[in-house]
Each structure stands twice: as C-alpha cells, then as structure tokens.
Nanobody, 116 residues
Framework: QVQLVESGGGLVQAGGSLRLSCAAS????????MDWFRQAPGKEREYVGL????????SYADSVKGRFTISRDNAKNTMYLQMNSLKPEDTAVYYC?????????WGQGTQVTVSS
C-alpha cells in the first residue's frame, strides 16, 4: 500500500508560479513511476506529466511543456510540480498518482486557481 498526500495548491494570478508537492508513505520503495493529473470543472481528468523513479526522466503534456517541471526528492519520497507562467486554463484540481508493479494509488488532490 502507498499513501499520497498533495499540498501546495492555492490562488495565484496569471503569470505567477506555484509548487505542488506529493509525499508518499507506506511502501514507497515499490514505486517505479509517479504522475501528475488535473481535472478542471466539468472536464475529464487529464495527464500533466510523469517522472520515472529509476532515472528521473520526465515527460509532459504539450499543454504544460516548457512551463511545468517535475522533480523528486528521493530521501523524502516526495515528487514536486513546479508550475510557472500559469494561465487561467491551468485552474483545476491537481492529483498525483503512484505506479507500482501491482497497482496505482491516487492522492486526494489539491486545488489550483489561476485568476486573470
């Protein structure tokens, strides 16, 4: 079992920055990849990006490429999402997900609101 807790959401003006955190506990050693997703009101949950635990390679959705950066702190079992140049269309609940060989685990989500 893996438990995930996101934090760092809030209200920011367009053009601003926020950093989200996703802390893993339980059996984080079983994680091989972690992802960020987001869900805006009335829309489906969409993929934002991922980081592979073994080599820290990352991948991003086109909508956030060049503005968002995913990183991790292995000692803290924590993944981060640095969001720069935020736009109103980035407003959503942001979720982290951990992938293990047996299952996926989701966090509870954190709200990000970008005002114009």
């Amino acid at each position: 079992q893996v438990q995930l807790v996101e934090s760092g959401g809030g209200l920011v003006q367009a053009g601003g920055s926020l950093r989200l955190s996703c802390a893993a506990s339980g059996r984080p050693i079983s994680i091989y990849r972690m992802d960020w997703f987001r869900q805006a009101p009335g829309k489906e949950r969409e993929y934002v990006g991922l980081i592979r635990w073994s080599d820290e390679t990352t991948s991003y959705a086109d909508s956030v490429k060049g503005r968002f950066t995913i990183s991790r702190d292995n000692a803290k079992n924590t993944m981060y999402l640095q969001m720069n140049s935020l736009k109103p269309e980035d407003t959503a609940v942001y979720y982290c997900r951990a992938a293990t060989t047996s299952s996926y685990y989701w966090g509870q989500g954190t709200q990000v609101t970008v005002s114009s």
